[in-house]
């Protein structure tokens, strides 16, 4: 018995030396790049990781002042908070449905929302670009929404449908015997259970559109309504020569998606999990 605790002991301590090591690479690879850019947009000469010796702040004052970069800002939370909220709504109404109801063609609205995952961006800009000039909405904060809304379904029904699949259907039975319809059902119990699962898609969904750099750049053509990343599109040609402002608007852009996961992290990895383990 001694031995046999002995060479799992010995097997744990090295597993755990390389799961450590992958870490810290993983970790390594993954904040490399923010770091070398937050610290170079307070450099004269930005480059190296190394601290500057002496702190510029010229980047950030330009693009506050003269880029009014708040007003871009402004932009991508509306157009991005709103396109996050109508569609995850609309989804998981769509995923109860399929999760939980047997009807015929069920198998038939899964593949629908499957094979939006091999449909590339580039592919359809024509005609949305088209659809929304005749709708009037082209260069419009409506029009993105609307687009934003549309994008990205397949991964938020598959992490709702799949987290509404482990909730113990007695719930909506003793529901139904409380007097609730389908309605109530879902919005009074399912809805408040899988709040983890309707936090991942929400962030997941939040993230795709506050990074979303193509429809944003061929739909909106007003500065006053182009959002974060149309402008670092532009800026990024427009300001190649001035490294502070352009690094300065990258950690700008970047900070609220880094500031949303580590607030959410832990209900992210849970809910990612949920759906694999049947309660």
């Given at each position: 018995m001694g031995r046999e605790k002995e060479r799992p002991e010995g097997g744990s301590i090295v597993l755990r030396v390389f799961r450590y090591f992958i870490m810290a690479l993983v970790l390594i690879i993954s904040v490399y790049p923010i770091l070398w850019v937050f610290?170079?947009?307070?450099k004269e000469k930005p480059g190296g990781l190394g601290l500057p010796e002496k702190w510029i702040f010229d980047g950030y004052v330009t693009i506050f002042t003269k880029?009014?970069?708040?007003?871009?800002?402004?932009?991508?939370i509306v157009i991005t908070a709103i396109s996050t909220i109508v569609s995850v709504?609309?989804?998981?109404?769509?995923?109860?449905?399929?999760?939980?109801?047997?009807f015929k063609g069920r198998w038939l609205v899964s593949l629908m929302f499957s094979t939006t995952l091999f449909i590339p961006s580039v592919s359809i800009s024509f005609p949305i670009y088209r659809m929304l000039g005749n709708l009037g909405l082209k260069d419009t904060r409506l029009g993105v929404i609307l687009i934003y809304s549309g994008l990205g379904i397949a991964v938020t029904f598959f992490i709702l449908e799949s987290?509404?699949?482990?909730?113990?259907?007695?719930?909506?039975?003793?529901?139904?015997?409380?007097?609730?319809?389908?309605?109530?059902?879902?919005?009074k119990v399912i809805l408040p259970i899988a709040k983890p699962g309707l936090s991942t898609a929400a962030i997941m969904a939040f993230l795709n559109n506050w990074n979303e750099f193509y429809f944003a750049s061929i739909l909106l053509k007003s500065p006053e309504k182009m959002t974060i990343p149309a402008l670092l599109g532009q800026f990024s040609s427009a300001y190649s020569k001035n490294l502070n402002g352009m690094f300065s608007a990258i950690i700008v852009a970047v900070l609220p998606t880094?500031?949303?996961?580590?607030?959410?992290?832990?209900?992210f990895m849970k809910s990612l999990?949920?759906?694999?383990?049947?309660?």
């Open positions: 610290i170079s947009s307070f880029l009014d970069i708040h007003t871009y800002f402004f932009n991508s709504t609309i989804i998981a109404m769509a995923a109860y449905v399929v999760s939980r109801m047997e987290y509404f699949r482990s909730i113990p259907k007695e719930m909506e039975e003793a529901a139904r015997i409380d007097g609730c319809g389908y309605e109530g059902t879902f919005f880094i500031v949303i996961f580590c607030l959410f992290s832990e209900t999990t949920a759906g694999a383990v049947k309660g």
